[in-house]
């Protein structure tokens, strides 16, 4: 897993699946979906990448 704090370092150069969203607490929703995301990609030979928002953007 990286981290990555700004867009403009951002480099996958890899094929990816890709899901965006507030992951503010990684509740059983947010579990599903990330497993599932990596499930696919995985499948798919892809990497799995999450994006998401620091503080919330409303």
Not at 25 to 40: D, M, P, S
């Amino acid at each position: 897993m990286r981290t990555v704090h700004d867009l403009s370092e951002a480099r996958i150069s890899a094929r990816s699946h890709l899901t965006v969203g507030v992951f503010d607490g990684i509740h059983l929703g947010h579990q599903k979906l990330i497993n599932r995301l990596v499930e696919t990609a995985h499948a798919d030979e892809h990497v799995a990448v999450v994006l998401t928002f620091t503080p919330h953007p409303a």
